[in-house]
């Protein structure tokens, strides 16, 4: 931030020193230091949507691999419960009741 204050003293005593009003210089100083802070900004949401860095893509992206997660827990579970529907059904046939035989 030094810097940039330094930066911008030095150009308005440039720009009274080639001869522009001190009201003046004053205001294109602040012209510049908005205009760029608004670029800077402007950059780095850019730079940020472009990354898919943003908030609420971050809360999707979670959102989804929890649901993705869950999705296939529940697909593991459905399919635990058929393999053991499909054991009893095959041991119901096979030796004429539920009780597994040993």
């Known amino acids: 931030m030094a810097a ?3 930066t911008l003293v030095s ?10 009003d001190p009201l003046q210089a004053g205001n294109v100083v602040q012209l510049v230091l908005v205009l760029g802070l608004t670029v800077g900004w402007i950059s780095t949401y850019m730079f ?12 999707l992206r979670d959102y989804e691999n929890k ?3 869950v999705s296939a827990m529940t697909c593991i579970l459905k399919l635990s419960f ?5 054991l009893i059904i095959f041991y119901y046939c096979y030796f ?3 009780k ?3």
Do not use: I, P, W
Not at 82 to 86: A, E, P, R
């Open 48 to 59: 940020r949507v472009s990354n898919k860095d943003m908030t609420y893509a971050q809360q």
């Open 96 to 98: 004429g009741s539920y």
């Open 4 to 6: 940039s204050l330094e």
């Open 82 to 86: 058929l393999l053991n529907d499909q």
């Open 67 to 69: 649901v993705m997660e």
């Open 11 to 20: 150009f308005y005593v440039l720009l009274q020193f080639v001869g522009v």
């Open 100 to 102: 597994l035989h040993v």
